[in-house]
């Protein structure tokens, strides 16, 4: 048949149906694809266009090496480098020679990602994941090492006849579903990686429930440890005691094309390309140790797959956090990333996935008990990948050939805002000579930085007193003289800002005081924020002045 698409990460080879729903206590959990999210506060995001030029760009990343460098992955075999804002002209890596890319937009094969070790300033050398072009090895999936000859002087070229093979997957005779994520665990410096079934259409071989086959599989190595020519097996794998091939992390994938971790938490999301039904996204908490079934091909999504009716879900089955349908313009999930930058409050800890097929962007987040969805953007693009840099900022690529490719950083657009602004003081009461902490958080929500000065005024009531020198600010200006404790600063680029400062309850009044502070920003509001503190009176050694 025709695929409806030109092109697809985990394109179907034929549409499945007859899917039937899956109904069991406890086990199915999705959140909306939009409406009833919660008290989540979504980002406006839009796309900013960050540089273009790129054949077939499917990966984003960065070094962690404090250059903050942008390494741009395209598919025909090169790495390039943006550096300081600047395309370099010379690739960073060109193994084209030895790379499997049919130039075809169709194709999955290709160099599809690249990854740094921890520590990479003082390694100076690199994982790639790629389909094979040599030989009998032609069309195989290979994980290899390379280096870079002359860090100091330069290091934005790697040398390309450095290659030392790290593992080599069979993947004959199909192209398509080769996965082609390399990430490196925040928390344990091991190497992830995630072949996808094999290829064809519904798994024939049904890899992905195999467990003599790495195919299909989240794969967890260590190719640091003593540095090993290929790898070796951390113990604490889940499998290392069964008969299941250690390498294997978790299992039951499809195509898992892009995964990533949480920076700040460790947390891993998965995009699990869709057959003909589902798209889906797989989540696995920092504290996993592994063994993980994500249900391919018994599942496909929430729904069953194979059979169509009736499944039953695998030993240690997890269903997916969200899922959406495989219905036009939707046809392929790419996972993406929880944004933990520092430029946009309201973008904090949000799972941002796309559609390579839509261009639709979505969000997830974790409301405290559910996960919650929203689709945030719809775009012309062909995502085929997102990344972050350094900082934490979120990308994407358009996937186009003839250096139509392009990358776009997400932002938020939301106005400029302070109304999620807070007051706190610690303790809320105590006994005249007590000493209380006031904190002021001021929040900009939107997007739009507060370029402009923000002003803080907090006047203290009769009844408490400033402890000299405590108000203290990260940055901005501040002024604890005359009776009034003022702030002033700009929030941007970063978002939030704390002020403490301490006062002493001086028993003059008694009951409850209320400290207020007037928070204004151009363009942003004039708030008020109070806090209150009790201090019973004592009518034996401490006058009450009734007002
Ligand atoms: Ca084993
Ligand atoms: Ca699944």
Redesign the pocket.
């Known amino acids: 048949m025709i695929a409806r698409y030109p092109w697809k990460f985990g394109v179907s080879i034929s549409l499945a149906v007859g899917a039937g729903l899956i109904i069991w206590a406890g086990l199915v959990s999705t959140p909306p694809e939009a409406g009833a999210n919660g008290a989540i506060d979504w980002p406006e995001i839009e796309l900013v266009e960050i540089e273009t030029g790129f054949d077939y760009p499917v990966h984003i990343t960065h070094a962690g090496d404090g250059s903050g460098r942008i390494f741009v992955v395209e598919q025909a075999g090169v790495i390039r480098i943006i550096k300081n804002g600047t395309l370099l002209g010379t690739p960073f890596l060109n193994i084209s020679a030895r790379v499997n890319f049919s130039g075809n937009p169709n194709d999955e094969q290709g160099l599809l990602s690249v990854a740094f070790p921890p520590d990479y300033a003082s390694k100076n050398y690199f994982y790639v994941y790629y389909t094979s072009r040599i030989g009998a090895d032609d069309g195989d999936n290979i994980v290899a090492r390379f280096f870079v000859d002359d860090p100091v002087n330069n290091p934005d070229e790697a040398d390309p006849n450095s290659e030392q093979l790290v593992l080599h997957l069979e993947h004959q005779p199909n192209s398509n579903h080769n996965g082609g994520q390399l990430a490196f665990g925040p928390n344990d410096g091991y190497l992830y990686l995630a072949p996808g079934d094999g290829g064809s259409s519904n798994d024939p071989p049904n890899n992905a429930q195999t467990t003599s086959t790495l195919l299909g599989k989240i794969l967890r190595l260590d190719v640091e440890t003593g540095s090993p020519a290929t790898y070796t097996i951390p113990a604490s794998n889940p499998f290392t005691q069964t008969a299941a091939l250690d390498e294997i992390w978790a299992l039951?994938l499809r195509n898992p094309w892009r995964f990533s971790f949480d920076r700040q938490t460790g947390d891993l999301y998965i995009g699990?390309v869709g057959q003909g039904a589902r798209e889906?996204i797989?989540f696995q908490p920092a504290s996993s140790s592994g063994g993980e079934n994500?249900?391919?091909k018994i599942?496909?999504?929430t729904i069953c797959g194979t059979p169509s009716s009736g499944c039953t879900p695998p030993a240690n089955y997890v269903p997916?956090i969200a899922d959406y349908p495989r219905s036009s313009p939707d046809c392929s999930v790419t996972g993406g990333y929880a944004y933990r930058g520092q430029l946009y409050y309201r973008m904090q800890g949000v799972y941002f996935y796309g559609d390579f097929c839509s261009g639709r962007i979505r969000a997830l987040k974790y409301d405290g008990s559910a996960w919650q969805g929203l689709l945030l953007l719809d775009t012309p693009q062909s995502i085929s990948t997102f990344g972050e840099d350094e900082a934490g900022n979120l990308y994407l690529a358009h996937r186009a050939g003839s250096g139509n490719g392009a990358i776009y950083q997400i932002v938020d657009t939301g106005v400029a805002n302070l109304s999620p602004s807070t007051k706190t003081v610690s303790p809320t009461g105590g006994d005249p000579g007590q000493t209380f902490s006031f904190t002021i958080t001021l929040i900009n929500s939107g997007g739009q930085p507060m370029t402009q000065t923000t002003f803080v005024t907090d006047t203290l009531p009769t009844g408490l007193a400033y402890v000299p020198n405590t108000l203290t600010a990260p940055f901005g200006t501040y002024d604890d003289t005359g009776g009034l404790l003022t702030w002033q600063g700009k929030l941007n680029p970063t978002p939030t800002v704390q002020i403490t400062f301490q006062v002493t309850a001086t028993g003059e009044i008694t009951d409850a005081l209320q400290n207020i502070a007037e928070i204004e920003g151009q363009n942003a509001g004039r708030y008020t924020r109070s806090a209150t503190v009790f201090i019973p009176g004592n009518p034996i050694y401490l006058p009450v002045i009734f007002k």
């Open positions: 039951g699990d889906e797989d994500y249900g391919w599942l496909e999504g997916p």
